[in-house]
């Protein structure tokens, strides 16, 4: 619960809380530690050993299309009950956090999804907004940083487009550092990722006002 939470762990959920409300979208700097982006990545490892990661598309159900010029990373989905320790170290975090956010920002969240993602060096994701067209489901998209060592000339910025009252749009560049999460409102906020010059990776996903089992029905 969250009332048995660290008070440096309630802080940050009280920040994203708090930035998402005024701004729309919330940086946190230390969301995982040093540890458990290792591990994370050790897990990460293991499923591309496996083989298990495919190429990412756009659109959903029977609009979904690659494209490697519009969109290059590679995913795999995280199956909860399957999840190896570390990612199930995360993904009960994220259980923490939805139910924050619902105590504080009342979204009515009910469920999430998630997926580890890979942008090989040179690909992009280009403009786009998470919630789809005809699948109004997802509320706030996260990601979180697995890139250790990473510097501001290897690239790979998260750009957010925030709209402003005067119709003009005031940039907000991420820099995917390890441990950071990134979090923004699915429905609202157009987003890109820049090209970097070394591998990045993250766990990427929404919170969704609905199952997630229930929601491409």
Known sequence: ????????????????????????????????????????????????????????????????????????????????????????????RMDEVMRYINRTCFLGLKDYEFHFTVYPPGTVYQRHIDQFQANDHRRLSFICYLNENWLPEHGGNLRLYLPQEDGAEEEVDVLPIAGRLACFRADLIPHEVLMATRHRYSLTGWMLDQLNELTFL
Request: proline residues 4%.
């Open 1 to 92: 619960m969250v009332e048995e939470l660290d008070e440096k762990t309630l802080q940050k959920f009280e920040q994203i809380a708090d930035r998402l409300s005024e701004k729309g979208y919330a940086i946190i700097d230390n969301f995982l530690t040093p540890q458990e982006v290792h591990d994370i990545l050790g897990v990460l490892a293991h499923h591309q050993e496996q083989g298990t990661f495919r190429k990412a598309g756009i659109g959903a159900a029977d609009q979904f299309t690659v494209d490697k010029e519009v969109r290059g990373d590679y995913i795999r989905w995280i199956e909860p009950k399957e999840a190896l320790p570390p990612t199930k170290v995360f993904l009960e």
